[in-house]
T-cell receptor, first 113, second 113 residues
Framework: DGGITQSPKYLFRKEGQNVTLSCEQN?????MYWYRQDPGQGLRLIYY???????QKGDIAEGYSVSREKKESFPLTVTSAQKNPTAFYLC????????????FGNGTRLTVT | GENVEQHPSTLSVQEGDSAVIKCTYS??????FPWYKQELGKRPQLIID?????GEKKDQRIAVTLNKTAKHFSLHITETQPEDSAVYFC????????????FGKGTTLSVSS
C-alpha cells in the first residue's frame, strides 16, 4: 500500500532468535526509516538511511541492525540482544532526508515469547 | 538531539466542538513540523505540515500554528466529527542536515456524538 510494503503483517518468534523484518518501497525515495511503536510511547526512531550503503542510529538502536544494499530495500533485524522486542514496527520513506513528509508502510507486529 | 513533548495525552470532545493539541520542541534549528493521524490498526497518515518560515497554515477544518520563539506548535480541529477520533502525532525535524523526524507520544482524540 502507498508504495511501501512491509512483510509479514504478523510475526511470532521465540526468545533468543534473531528475526528480520522486510521493507520495500517503489517510490524512488532516497531516505528510509524504521520506527517502533508501543502504547503510550509514540513512534521512536530505531535507524534511518539517507542513501544506499549508509545508515545512522536513532534513539533506540540497541539490539537492532539494518542494511541498505539497494535503494528500494531497508530490512531491519531484531537481534536476541533486544530486551523487549515485542512491538509494532513501522517502516517509512521520504523524498529527502529530514524535512519532508514520511510515507509509512502498514507495519509488522512482532511478538516474541 | 531533538525532543518533542505533546499534550494532552487524551482529549474527549463533543461533536461540533473544537480540539487543540499542543507540542513543544527543543532544537531551535528544527524547521519542519508535520502532524499525523493514526486510526486504529492503520498506519499514520500525514494530515497537515508547516515549515518554519510560516506562522499558520489551514486546510478546511484543520489548522496548525507555529511559534518559533516559544518553540511550540499546535493542531486545531474545528467542528469535530466522530471520524476525527484517532491518535494524533506531532513531529519535528530538520535541525541538522539529515536528521529524521522525532515524534511526540501522541494524543488520543475521542469525539462523541
Amino acid at each position: 500500500d502507498g508504495g511501501i510494503t512491509q512483510s509479514p503483517k504478523y510475526l511470532f518468534r521465540k526468545e533468543g532468535q534473531n528475526v528480520t523484518l522486510s521493507c520495500e518501497q517503489n517510490l524512488n525515495h532516497d531516505a528510509m526509516y524504521w520506527y517502533r511503536q508501543d502504547p503510550g510511547q509514540g513512534l521512536r526512531l530505531i535507524y534511518y538511511s539517507q542513501i544506499v550503503n549508509d545508515f545512522q542510529k536513532g534513539d533506540i538502536a540497541e539490539g537492532y541492525s539494518v542494511s541498505r544494499e539497494k535503494k528500494e530495500s531497508f530490512p531491519l533485524t531484531v537481534t536476541s540482544a533486544q530486551k523487549n522486542p515485542t512491538a509494532f514496527y513501522l517502516c517509512a520513506s521520504s523524498i529527502e532526508k529530514g524535512a519532508s513528509p514520511l510515507h509509512f508502510g502498514n507495519g509488522t507486529r512482532l511478538t516474541v515469547t | 538531539g531533538e525532543n518533542v513533548e505533546q499534550h494532552p495525552s487524551t482529549l474527549s470532545v463533543q461533536e461540533g466542538d473544537s480540539a487543540v493539541i499542543k507540542c513543544t520542541y527543543s532544537d531551535s534549528a528544527s524547521n519542519y513540523f508535520p502532524w499525523y493521524k493514526q486510526e486504529l490498526g492503520k498506519r499514520p497518515q500525514l494530515i497537515i505540515d508547516i515549515r518554519s518560515n510560516v506562522g499558520e497554515k489551514k486546510d478546511q477544518r484543520i489548522a496548525v500554528t507555529l511559534n518559533k520563539t516559544a518553540k511550540h506548535f499546535s493542531l486545531h480541529i474545528t467542528e469535530t466529527q466522530p471520524e476525527d477520533s484517532a491518535v494524533y502525532f506531532c513531529a519535528a525535524s530538520g535541525g541538522q542536515a539529515g536528521t529524521a523526524l522525532i515524534f511526540g507520544k501522541g494524543t488520543t482524540l475521542s469525539v462523541s456524538s
